[in-house]
């Protein structure tokens, strides 16, 4: 990204021009209402001139738009500041805790801490940032897994995926138990209630069945750090019966400059949200899924920028 010495002046005028606007409430104030440079300065009592040249970095990243002299929030701050989860307030102010993260350590928020508060809460919206890249994984799985069991599943925005492509499909969600609503009310939105069954519980406690085709474990090995992720791949793959496969989503893209970026961009997202969670490499994700006894390993890339998602599929034979 910075090649040379003018890349790094634009990429620091460009980031100094985003936090700024995320301190003052410029982002704010665009999102709720329109305004000419010198109307939204005087609503926020900054300096008219400043207002201007940062409202027009932002317009030039794509993060404003302007007509004639009025300036908006462009439709992907809109887009983000509605569907990613938590809403405005993290997608801006959990930003600018970053000093604070540096100087203390200290997260913004603590969500693998309290789980079953914060993901009752966000996995519906995490469902609808998903469905393409879901729509996209089961249209890849050809093999029609007739007992798919889904780990973490909060939404089951990946396996009700795969089970609105196959007919004969059923998905066993677990989820702490709070979490598994939201699983249940997206089942039935999509006409399929009839083809699920929930497994309430803690994933490192309950003992599901060794008898699925397909175990998926979507986003969830980020919570945790690397002993209790390798554990926990090991665990689910006993879940799976001999010929069928184990599913990993998770930040795996990697190996160009973008997913890179997006992975290191993701790490960040998360110590400002978790107290443990992290970004594993790919390559020791495919060592604990081969240590669990399954081979063939595929990786699927998926359309999805956000958090560097890709997929890993391994078989059990
Ligand atoms: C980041 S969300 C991912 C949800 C879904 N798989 C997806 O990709 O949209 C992590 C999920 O793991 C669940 N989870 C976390 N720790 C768990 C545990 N110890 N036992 C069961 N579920 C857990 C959370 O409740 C949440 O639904």
Request: hydrophobic fraction near 50%.
């Amino acid at each position: 990204m910075a090649a040379g010495a003018s890349d790094v002046l634009e990429l620091l005028g460009v980031s100094s021009a985003i936090m700024s606007a995320i301190e003052t409430g410029l982002f704010a104030a665009l999102l709720e209402q329109p305004g000419s440079a010198a109307a939204i300065a005087r609503r926020l009592a900054l300096e008219p001139r400043a207002t201007e040249r940062v409202l027009d970095v932002l317009a030039a990243c794509g993060l404003a738009r302007v007509e004639g002299e009025v300036y908006a929030a462009a439709p992907a701050l809109v887009d983000a500041a509605e569907r990613v989860p938590g809403g405005r307030d993290l997608l801006l102010t959990m930003w600018s805790h970053t000093p604070e993260l540096l100087k203390r350590g200290e997260p913004f928020v603590r969500m693998d801490v309290e789980r079953e508060r914060h993901y009752s809460a966000h996995v519906s919206a995490l469902g609808e940032l998903f469905a393409y890249s879901a729509d996209q994984l089961a249209a890849h799985i050809e093999d029609a897994p007739a007992r798919v069991l889904d780990v973490g599943c909060g939404s089951g925005v990946w396996s009700l995926a795969i089970a609105e492509r196959f007919p004969g499909t059923s998905v066993v969600g677990l989820d702490l138990p709070a979490v598994l609503a939201p699983f249940a009310a997206r089942a039935k939105d999509k006409g399929l209630s009839d083809r699920i069954a929930t497994l309430p519980g803690d994933m490192f406690e309950v003992e599901p069945p060794a008898d699925f085709d397909l175990v998926i474990i979507a986003n969830v090995l980020r919570l945790e750090r690397r002993e209790r992720a390798r554990e926990l791949v090991r665990r689910m793959s006993r879940a799976v019966r001999p010929g069928g496969s184990l599913l990993i989503v998770d930040a795996l893209a990697h190996g160009t400059e973008e997913a890179e970026r997006a992975r290191a961009v993701y790490a960040l997202h998360l110590a400002l949200r978790t107290e443990a969670g992290g970004v594993h490499a790919p390559s020791e994700v495919r060592a604990w899924m081969n240590d669990a006894g399954l081979v063939e390993l595929e990786a699927i890339a998926l359309p999805a920028k956000v958090g560097a998602l890709g997929a890993l599929r391994g078989w059990k034979r």
